[in-house]
């Protein structure tokens, strides 16, 4: 299906179908390029339709997304991350759960640095306009590993005035106290 939108897309940039002559329509058809969509389910492949003679390179903005990683193998790898999983357990995990390489290490990398920027915003934030009526904190014990010991994840969370509910504060702690 999505190669056959990729063919389709193509047909409307260049204002004909395939087996229309070319005409006075600038650019012409000129092969493939291999593409690849890493999903959840594993790696599709697919050949992304290019086009020759213009000015400027024609990118398919359905092609765009091939060659990048889905949403739902991010949300894996985040996940794993959370989970306590090294950045190398994770490549491994995936890998043994879909049957092929799906993911670098630098892959596995970026996700989770951008994880840990969008924690540090989130941290940082400014609370200064929240009208707060009650404020709670509490500290819940989650296991870093499966069958391993359990760390302190110390919560602030408040009900503003108009009956919003803010989570303040998230971060680790080895008692409640």
Avoid at 11 to 19: F, I, P, S, Y
Avoid at 55 to 66: K, N, W
Avoid at 152 to 162: F, N, P
Wanted: net charge negative.
């Amino acid at each position: 299906m999505l190669q056959e939108a990729l063919e389709q897309e193509q047909a409307a940039e260049l204002g004909r179908d395939r087996e229309e002559p070319r005409g006075d329509a600038g650019g012409y058809r000129k092969g493939y390029e291999n593409g690849t969509l890493k999903t959840g389910e594993g790696v599709l492949r697919v050949n992304l339709p290019q086009i020759r003679g213009r000015d400027e390179p024609y990118r398919s903005p359905l092609g765009s997304p091939v060659a990048r990683t889905s949403d739902v193998l991010q949300q894996l790898i985040i996940e794993r991350d959370v989970g306590g999983l090294s950045q190398r357990d994770i490549e491994y995990s995936l890998e043994q759960a879909l049957g092929q390489f799906v993911l670098s290490k630098s892959t596995v990398s970026e996700l989770t640095e951008s994880l840990a920027e969008e924690y540090e915003t989130f941290r940082t934030r400014d609370l200064s306009e929240e009208a707060v009526a009650d404020l709670f904190i509490d500290t819940v014990y989650e296991p870093l590993r499966r069958w391993g010991s359990k760390t302190g994840v110390l919560c602030g969370w408040a009900i503003c005035e108009d009956g919003r509910k803010v989570v303040h504060s998230l971060s680790t702690a080895q008692s409640e106290s």
